[in-house]
């Protein structure tokens, strides 16, 4: 413990020892660096970039150690409800169910697994585990932020299966629910262990409390790496996520303009028996599409910055800096229960009969109008 302790110390005697060199986000003054807080066996897998900034003000350390803590408790939480309710209520456990359940295991593990080792790094200033455990700290982070990616992008594929083809699509089954799950993770282990094999690697980041992909090393196979990885973890999925519900919204709006034009043919004011209650289904559907790809943008986007300032030496980054995109891709896995769950209205009925305190709106099932809009990955629903 006297190990972990002395760094703590150093960083605040630097601290209250003043200097005009710390500015806006530093706390140190003199010659004192921001890699000065670290212990000796991290110097060597500190890229050398990071020496020219004076350490993070302390108040910088404690606000990010306070908001990852508030993070941590709601998305465990929040995911482990989700995953609690969708496994032990059968009317839930449907093949394009497994994969809510799967994002939500991938988001649980991502919090339990990462939350707690940046809040104690936050109160020591440091990391303070050791080279070994920030290249593990950085495949975890890589492995379930890969799994949670691909899981969004596989539950578009499966809405738009079931509303832009419909009859014409092939149903989803529980064994190739579970094959596209095996794939996600098979693929997200491959991007994960790339780096132990010398395509990439994982180093501590510039506020020194998380480790995540190396961007500042100039050599071909490091710089290769981020950008394949980008094309394949960002882009792509953003792609195809943003092409599915692009088709969905045009669906649903060629079904709704279809719906009226038949009304005014049979001289009826609606063909529904409840217009006011189904005529905004879509308005709903752009809405739950736009709040999908936003926040997922949202999530990932910072990280993509920060590594593409990196390789490509855009912006001159600072410790301080690097944080955000830590924060932003755990926010992800707060909102995720609340939009691929929680607006499920099967899930709100199942959650308020096992526990009502936590329920909040109307937990009536709707039509199956309506519930086309939040539940479209309902195979019944094709």
């Known amino acids: 413990m006297s190990g972990l302790m002395r760094p703590h110390y150093a960083a605040y005697q630097g601290w209250a020892g003043g200097g005009s060199g710390g500015g806006v986000g530093g706390g140190g003054g003199g010659n004192q660096t921001v890699v000065d807080k670290a212990l000796p066996d991290m110097i060597a ?5 990071w020496y020219q900034f004076p350490p993070i003000n302390p108040l910088w350390h404690g606000i990010l150690g306070f908001v990852v ?22 009317s839930l456990r449907t093949p394009s169910n497994l994969y809510i359940i799967n994002l939500a295991f991938s988001d649980f593990c991502l919090m339990s697994t990462m939350g707690i080792p940046v809040i104690i790094n936050c109160y020591y200033e440091t990391w303070v585990f050791g080279p070994f455990m920030c290249i593990i700290y950085g495949l975890v982070g890589s492995l379930f932020g890969c799994g949670s990616i691909y899981t969004m992008m596989m539950i578009a594929f499966d809405r738009y ?45 510039g506020n020194l409390t998380a480790c995540g992909t190396d961007y500042l090393s100039k050599d071909w196979l490091t710089r290769s790496y981020v950008l394949v990885y980008a094309s394949f973890c960002y882009f792509t999925p953003l792609f195809l996520i943003i092409y599915s519900y692009y088709f969905i919204l045009s669906a649903v709006s060629a079904h709704e303009k279809n719906m009226r034009e038949q009304a005014k043919k049979m001289n009826v004011a609606s063909l529904r028996s409840s217009e006011n209650a189904n005529a905004s289904a879509e308005g709903k559907l752009a809405k739950v599409a736009l709040m999908t790809i936003s926040l997922w943008f949202m999530a990932w986007t910072p990280y993509l910055v920060i590594n593409f300032c990196g390789i490509f030496e855009t912006h001159k980054m600072t410790p301080l800096f690097t944080i955000w995109g830590s924060v932003f891709a755990k926010a992800n896995s707060v909102y995720n229960p609340i939009v691929y769950a929680i607006s499920h209205p099967k899930y709100r009925a199942a959650l308020n009969a096992r ?21 479209v990955s309902e195979p019944e629903k094709a």
Not at 45 to 49: A, F, G, H, L
Not at 190 to 201: E, R
Not at 362 to 374: E, F, G, I, R, W
């Open 161 to 205: 299966n079931v509303i832009v083809k419909g009859l014409a699509g092939k149903p989803l089954t529980i064994k190739g629910a579970l094959f596209r799950i095996f794939m996600i993770w098979t693929v997200s282990t491959a991007w994960t262990v790339a780096p132990l094999f010398g395509w990439g690697k994982y180093t501590p980041e």
């Open 69 to 90: 803590c508030v993070l941590t408790f709601i998305a465990i939480t929040g995911n482990g409800m989700v995953i609690f309710i969708f496994a032990t209520t059968k």
């Open 355 to 375: 526990f009502p305190s936590l329920v909040c709106g109307n937990t009536a099932l709707p039509s199956d109008a309506q519930s086309a809009v939040t539940t």
């Open 45 to 49: 897998i500190i890229d050398p970039y």
